[in-house]
């Protein structure tokens, strides 16, 4: 198609409004032309800003624990051991997880890793969303104070001193002052129903009650995630289950939780189940949140 001049397809109205219209007649109040084109005086462009209400874009909240790739290798003499082997695992607030496997398979390695207690020799882990692979020693004991509480299954507690003491030793770290210390401590063995427990030494406690005193102080400093290892490994059938059943409670309250565990009531519990097999999940996009 051969060039057009502009004014040979402007439409009539423009050219009408261009033109110069005949002088009113006396007395005669002439209409404003229509304006049809919007680039003619008059016309406002809408504002969609003004008109339309954006919904606040707020993007899903990232996941408490973030393993990628998350790797311990053991130099034993000449050999290595592939404890955990380029682990994926996502867990989001408020899931309780249980790690199974056979003895040897990595789960105590790999829940000292996501607990901050050991450093990977390969990956990378995401605590709350901070990356921790290139934290300090320092900081990362203090990410581990602050959002992470710990279980194990031999209780470790401190002989010679109360119950209400080894609560409160976290706070210590957390530079919290004594009163306040000694109140929350108080309050942790109140919620985990050791009440009556607190000047106690852990050597004249049961099985079960030091467990207690153990989860009283995982719980003390507010974390925002609770790590078990074989949390009733150690104990009889009926102290075990009232273990469970607390940390049922727990998990009710929205703590987040990863458990390992040979119980097939524990893994019952749980959101999710994951298996340990050599170092690596049986089911990886079960591990990783793909489905
Ligand atoms: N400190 C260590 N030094 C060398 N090898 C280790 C160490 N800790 C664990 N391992 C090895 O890593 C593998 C996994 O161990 P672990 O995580 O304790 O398994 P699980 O808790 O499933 O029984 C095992 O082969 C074990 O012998
Ligand atoms: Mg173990």
């Known amino acids: 198609m051969a060039d057009v001049p502009a004014s040979a397809v402007a439409p009539a109205s423009v050219v009408a409004a261009g033109a110069s219209a005949p002088a009113a007649p006396a007395g005669v109040v002439r209409a404003a032309p229509v304006a049809t084109d919007p680039y003619q005086a008059g016309y406002q462009p809408v504002d969609l800003q003004a008109t339309y209400e954006y919904p606040e874009m707020t993007a899903p909240p990232a996941p408490v624990l973030q393993a990628i790739q998350l790797t311990r290798d053991y130099q034993v003499g000449d050999e290595i051991v592939r404890a955990v082997r380029e682990i994926d695992l996502a867990v989001h607030r408020g899931e309780s997880v249980a790690v199974m496997g056979a003895s040897g398979s990595g789960k105590s390695t790999l829940l000292h890793l996501l607990g901050l207690l050991d450093r990977p020799t390969g990956g990378r882990l ?41 609560v409160a030793a976290p706070l210590v770290y957390a530079r919290v002052r004594r009163a306040e210390r000694l109140e929350r401590a108080t309050a942790a063995l109140l919620e985990v129903g050791l009440a009556d427990r607190l000047k106690h030494d852990p050597s004249r406690l049961s099985g079960g009650q030091r467990q207690r005193v153990a989860i009283a102080r995982a719980l003390v400093t507010r974390p925002q995630l609770l790590l078990a290892d074989e949390p009733t490994g150690n104990l009889d059938t009926t102290a075990g289950a009232s273990i469970l059943q607390l940390l049922a409670q727990l998990h009710a309250d929205g703590m987040t939780l990863v458990m390992i565990t040979h119980d097939p009531g524990v893994a019952a519990m749980a959101s999710r189940v994951l298996q340990l097999t050599d170092g690596q999940f049986t089911d990886p996009a079960l591990a990783a949140g793909w489905m």
Not at 146 to 164: H, T
């Open 126 to 166: 995401l605590v709350d969303g901070v990356d921790t692979v290139s934290l300090t020693d320092d900081q990362l004991a203090g990410l581990r104070n602050r959002a992470i509480g710990f279980v194990f299954q031999s209780f470790n507690l401190v002989a010679g001193e109360s119950a209400l003491e080894n």
